[in-house]
Nanobody, 118 residues
């Protein structure tokens, strides 16, 4: 029922930019927290950024100053603006939501590949 549809991934040169989108449908209880995670082959999935419904943001240290997370609550849509991309950013990126209390259900997108290469 709940679906997260991502878009915006692809191949980009070092120093370039990408904007990822995450459109949520079928959610009846509100989104408490929306986040972006990434996973490279052979590594654990790691947090990139999260944003609450009130707009509080956290970022992993490696992307601070380069990435910006945002959300449009009226559209149930989230974004990840990625600037100054580095080869180390290459990974599959996943959108995640946690529903507002007391439901707190968690859902994931399908994963979108971001490749940073010259």
């Amino acid at each position: 029922q709940v679906q997260l549809v991502e878009s915006g991934g692809g191949l980009v040169q070092p120093g370039g930019s990408l904007r990822l989108s995450c459109v949520v449908s079928g959610n009846r209880y509100g989104i408490g927290v929306m986040g972006w995670y990434r996973q490279a082959p052979g590594k654990q999935r790691e947090l990139v950024a999260t944003i609450t419904e009130g707009g509080s943001r956290i970022y992993t240290d490696s992307v601070k100053g380069r990435f910006t997370i945002s959300r449009d609550n009226s559209k149930d849509t989230g974004y990840l603006q990625m600037n100054s991309l580095k080869p180390e950013d290459t990974a599959a990126y996943y959108c995640n939501i946690r529903q507002r209390s007391p439901f707190r259900g968690e859902y994931w997108g399908q994963g979108t590949q971001v490749t940073v290469s010259s």
